[in-house]
């Protein structure tokens, strides 16, 4: 079955304090993959997409990265407004629907 | 440029209870799509709208209908309410599918 996992659920970071989250994939013939940001009571806003192993993108202090298994959203000195849920999603060509993660819950403290 | 715009915000209906929830674009997207998100899980796919002219099932369809009225608009009919029903729905859109999608701002319903 095809599945998209990411860990951790949730992470508390002090401002400045640099990590990184993980979107692991099941996804038979994966084609792209999406990494989107949700603020409490908003819907999930568009951040990345990701076509092949090997791929990054960057926008201000985030950064995606692809390999064969699994996605990385590498957080260089958060601040406060980085705190959200951030959600990762892959797609296949065989369907066309995305498989999101749970998301992990991202809390920058000051 | 208002987006993807949901209407209603808020909704409470009883067990049983029809009610149809409302999105519109404004992006000239042909794609869009209804997702549901539930607690400790992620976005799941409802249904979508590939272009105007077709609707397809997604991931969790049973107990729901879909309208793609014309290119802006695509609306989810619950026909008879469930408590399984409660739950934060949102409309996105896409150029074509499987490409940045936009999101709604949510319906988030309860079924008492």
């Known amino acids: 079955e095809d599945q998209v996992t990411q860990s951790p659920e949730a992470l508390r970071l002090q401002e400045g304090e640099s990590s990184s989250l993980n979107c692991s994939y099941t996804?038979?013939?994966?084609?792209?993959l999406f990494w989107y940001r949700q603020d409490p009571g908003k819907g999930p806003e568009f951040l990345f997409t990701?076509?092949?192993a090997g791929e990054e993108k960057e926008k201000e202090r985030l950064k995606a990265t692809l390999t064969k298994k699994e996605s990385f959203l590498h957080i260089t000195a958060p601040k406060p407004e980085d705190s959200a849920t951030y959600l990762c999603?892959?797609?296949?060509?065989?369907?066309?629907?995305?498989?999101f993660g749970a998301g992990t819950r991202l809390a920058v403290h000051p | 440029n208002a987006g993807v715009t949901q209407t209603p915000k808020f909704q409470v209906l009883k067990t049983g209870q029809s009610m149809t929830l409302q999105c519109a674009q404004d992006?000239?997207?042909?794609?869009m799509y209804w997702y549901r998100q539930d607690p400790g899980m992620g976005l799941r796919l409802i249904y979508y709208?590939?272009?105007?002219?077709?609707?397809d099932k997604g991931e969790v369809p049973n107990g729901y209908n879909v309208s793609r009225l014309n290119k802006r608009e695509f609306s989810l009919r619950l026909e008879s309410a469930a408590p399984s029903q409660t739950s934060v729905y949102f409309c996105?859109?896409?150029?074509?599918?499987?490409?940045?999608?936009?999101f709604g701002q949510g319906t988030r319903l309860t079924v008492v």
């Open positions: 996105a859109s896409s150029a074509v599918v499987n490409t940045e999608a936009f």
């Open positions: 996804v038979s013939g994966l084609r792209g």
């Open positions: 990701l076509y092949s």
């Open positions: 999603a892959g797609f296949s060509g065989g369907y066309n629907k995305l498989i």
């Open positions: 992006m000239n997207h042909n794609s």
């Open positions: 709208s590939a272009s105007e002219g077709t609707t």
